[in-house]
T-cell receptor
Framework: EAQVTQNPRYLITVTGKKLTVTCSQN?????MSWYRQDPGLGLRQIYY???????DKGDVPEGYKVSRKEKRNFPLILESPSPNQTSLYFC???????????????FGSGTRLTVV | AQSVTQLDSQVPVFEEAPVELRCNYS??????LFWYVQYPNQGLQLLLK??????LVKGINGFEAEFNKSQTSFHLRKPSVHISDTAEYFC?????????????FGQGTILTVHP
């Protein structure tokens, strides 16, 4: 089944303890992206990647890191989490602008992160 | 820079009534537009998209949207809603070319369908 898989689904951590949220897609998609969702603010893009080793900042990149060493994986790293990073996080992938593409993004099921 | 404004944060409607969820965007170049739906405790699902061509776009679950370039709008409509349409709806915009990866969402509209 074509899908984007995020892990973990739920995570409670303490301020300052480094964590990684994993994201993997099995559709050979070029584009991958991370979003955070907060009530009343919709989804805000953190980082996106156009291909292996090619990433760029979204609208709210502060406090986050990403890497794209393989096409299928796009982990989100919080080096020193703070309470204001408590949020619902989504990973998404897209084939992009290639012919035959549906041009939309496929989203994972989300990771609910709480930083205390 | 691109941005999206969803004009209504909440839309209550009765079952079988028509509904319109409004979306306006701003961009200085040509755009691609999307509507996504999020059911409670789930991820986002693509409803429909406008890439080019016909300005009236049909999507899944009986939804459609009309792209209006002069008014920079992409409103979502359904002629008769069902209880199962209760969800949060997001409008999103991106540009083509090397900027495709930067997808900007609106704040969301919660559609509540009452029996």
């Amino acid at each position: 089944e074509a899908q984007v898989t995020q892990n973990p689904r739920y995570l409670i951590t303490v301020t300052g303890k480094k964590l990684t949220v994993t994201c993997s897609q099995n559709m050979n998609h070029e584009y991958m992206s991370w979003y955070r969702q907060d009530p009343g603010l919709g989804l805000r893009q953190i980082y996106y990647s156009m291909n292996v080793e090619v990433t760029d900042k979204g609208d709210v990149p502060e406090g986050y890191k990403v890497s794209r060493k393989e096409k299928r994986n796009f982990p989100l790293i919080l080096e020193s989490p703070s309470p204001n990073q408590t949020s619902l996080y989504f990973c998404a992938s897209s084939l992009g602008k290639g012919s035959g593409s549906n041009y939309g993004y496929t989203f994972g099921s989300g990771t609910r992160l709480t930083v205390v | 820079a691109q941005s999206v404004t969803q004009l209504d944060s909440q839309v209550p409607v009765f079952e079988e009534a028509p509904v319109e969820l409004r979306c306006n965007y701003s961009s200085s170049v040509s755009v691609y537009l999307f509507w996504y739906v999020q059911y409670p405790n789930q991820g986002l699902q693509l409803l429909l998209k406008y890439l080019s061509g016909s300005t009236l776009v049909k999507g899944i679950n009986g939804f459609e949207a009309e792209f209006n370039k002069s008014q920079t709008s992409f409103h979502l409509r359904k002629p008769s809603v069902h209880i199962s349409d209760t969800a949060e709806y997001f409008c999103a915009v991106t540009r083509g070319g090397t900027s495709y990866g930067k997808l900007t969402f609106g704040q969301g509209t919660i559609l509540t369908v009452h029996p």
